[in-house]
């Protein structure tokens, strides 16, 4: 990754320039660890993956780099979006009415102070992160792969119920899956043997919670059903027989209802199909085998 040296205005060389830096400083989760919640030892457990970490160092040198570019870059008019002029570019142009207009000598034009504000506030973040990437840095290469969290005998061992594991306020484990972050930053779950690898924990939870309300409502509605079976005093297998083709009724009725469900490893789980599959960050630490790997499925709307 390239390293990329920035000049940027000392702390103390002006009080706006101070404050945005200070307040910067204070809410960056990478510098600051009352925004972190973690010490600076503990910032490493938050990454499960030295891919992961990486991806965060190379997306704040990407920020710093365009900060820099608004800074004192020079503008395209063919990259694909609405022409911006650069604060360079902004005071040159005023600069250059001035001087048009006879109100001012080249190279004695006075910087506008709105100019200057937002020269000041840019100068403030590129220098936040470089911080942030000194930082990232340091981490990065004092990184030490971590055995995996997952612990294969209790991946959903009581099937899906949207448990998760918090550690150091990021979300490592949900139903005994391994979570990471995905290539956009949000987490991801990352455990090839199971139907729900990489989907987002967020869907999972939604599909939970869709299919346990569906279940509900499905059991309100056979509940008069059972209490007449009782009455009868219905065997078992009437019971049973009974029960089963009540349900495909009130299915019928009900198609908005998802109870569609999934045989894996003896258990029956919601059925993920609709929901969408996510990139993970970096290469998992598991390749799918054919018989357990993702299949294909339509974005759910």
Known sequence: MKTVNRDFLPIGSNPYYDRIVNRG??????????????????AFVNYESKAELKNLLEKTIEKR???????????????????????????????????????????????????RDERYTLMANIFIKNREVELLTKLFENYVEKKSTEDE??????????MGKIRHSVL????????????????????????????????????YKEHAVAQSQLNNKLAPFKSK?????????????????KTKEILKLHPEWNLNKIKWHGK??????????????????????????????????
């Not at 005023?94 to 034009?109: C, F, H, T, W």
């Not at 009868?232 to 089963?244: L, Q, W």
């Open 25 to 42: 400083l204070k809410a960056s989760t990478i510098l600051s660890k009352e925004a972190r919640g973690t010490s600076l030892n503990e």
């Open 65 to 115: 780099d365009g900060l820099q570019h608004l800074l004192d870059g020079k503008s395209s008019a063919n990259d694909g979006f609405e022409r911006a002029f650069t604060n360079r570019e902004k005071f040159l142009m005023y600069s250059q009415k001035l001087i048009n207009e006879g109100r001012a000598m080249p190279g004695k034009v006075k910087e506008p102070e709105n100019l």
């Open 153 to 162: 005998k209790a991946i959903l061992r009581f099937g899906v119920r949207g």
């Open 172 to 207: 490592v484990l949900m139903d005994g899956m391994k979570v990471t972050a995905s290539q956009n930053g949000f987490r991801i779950i990352n455990s090839p043997s199971t139907p729900f690898h990489q989907l987002s924990t967020y869907d999972y939870i939604t599909m």
């Open 229 to 245: 079976l009782q009455a009868v005093k219905a065997t078992p297998e009437e019971t049973k027989i009974g029960i089963a083709d």
């Open 268 to 301: 029956l789980l919601p059925d993920p199909e609709g929901f969408e599959r996510h990139q993970l960050n970096g290469k998992p630490e598991v390749k799918p085998t054919e018989k357990t790997s993702v299949p294909k499925v339509t974005q759910k709307n």
